[in-house]
């Protein structure tokens, strides 16, 4: 059974910074991709950032380019991010993806986590 475990959601003052981890159990994605997606309340959910897993190849979502990174670690089947300068608009639940053979920033998707809330005040 493949699952995502997401962690380090919180809440955190505009300005502020949050690290996200998603690991991944049960199935390796190291010839697929990882990354993130998030939601806001009465939004659709948004790409955030991805990352090919064989190699050091990113892509972002225009809102968040410049503030946050993505990154990896292929041995504990890992993604990280790292989310700096937060602004209260990042406010949303940021959900794991991943598949094994699929760019899921075109996607969709096979896997998801539950998702993390990402709260940031004004």
């Known amino acids: 059974q493949v699952q995502l475990v997401e962690s380090g959601g919180g809440l955190v003052q505009a300005g502020g910074s949050l690290r996200l981890s998603c690991a991944a159990s049960?199935?390796?994605?190291?010839?697929?991709?990882m990354g993130w997606f998030r939601q806001a309340p009465g939004k659709e959910r948004e790409f955030v950032a991805a990352?090919?897993?064989?190699?050091?190849?990113?892509s972002y979502g225009d809102s968040v380019k410049g503030r946050f990174t993505i990154s990896k670690n292929n041995i504990k089947n890992t993604v990280y991010l790292q989310m700096n300068s937060l602004k209260p608009e990042d406010t949303a639940v940021y959900y794991c993806?991943?598949?094994?053979?699929?760019?899921?920033?075109?996607?969709?998707?096979?896997?998801w986590g539950q998702g993390t809330q990402v709260t940031v005040s004004s």
């Open positions: 993806a991943a598949d094994e053979t699929r760019w899921i920033k075109t996607g969709p998707p096979r896997y």
């Open positions: 049960g199935r390796t994605f190291s010839s697929g991709s």
């Open positions: 990352v090919i897993m064989s190699v050091d190849s990113t």
